[in-house]
């Protein structure tokens, strides 16, 4: 069975950190592009950061660029978000994803969910004071 399960989420205070953690099971998380997702309280889910297959391409949204980081280790089928500097705007569900696509040229494919295959159940990130 192929699953995703995120974790890491919690409840923190502005400026404060977390790194959430998607873990891969049932299929090898390596072969896909993992996303972060997230949906903020009344909000559409919307993608935040992409990682490639073989971590060489990274996307992030401009209002997380230089606070959060994508990163992988394919060895323990895992993919992580380490949010630093948080802001009550970050709030949110956030939500792995994993799909097989290109990141040639540029293309903003890996924000639309069309394009993922497996998700997760999603982890609670609340940034308030």
């Known amino acids: 069975q192929f699953r995703l399960v995120e974790s890491g989420g919690a409840q923190v205070q502005p400026g404060g950190s977390l790194k959430l953690v998607c873990a891969a099971s049932?299929?090898?998380?390596?072969?896909?592009?993992v996303a972060w997702f997230r949906q903020a309280p009344g909000n559409k889910r919307a993608a935040v950061s992409v990682i490639s297959p073989s971590s060489m391409t990274e996307h992030y949204i401009e209002s997380i660029q230089g606070r959060f980081t994508i990163s992988r280790d394919n060895a323990k089928n895992t993919v992580y978000l380490q949010m630093t500097t948080l802001k009550p705007e970050d709030t949110g569900v956030y939500y792995c994803a994993a799909g097989k696509f290109g990141f040639a040229g540029g293309s903003s494919i890996w924000s639309i969910e069309h394009y993922y295959d497996y998700w997760g159940q999603g982890t609670q990130v609340t940034v308030s004071s």
């Open positions: 049932g299929f090898s998380l390596g072969d896909y592009a």
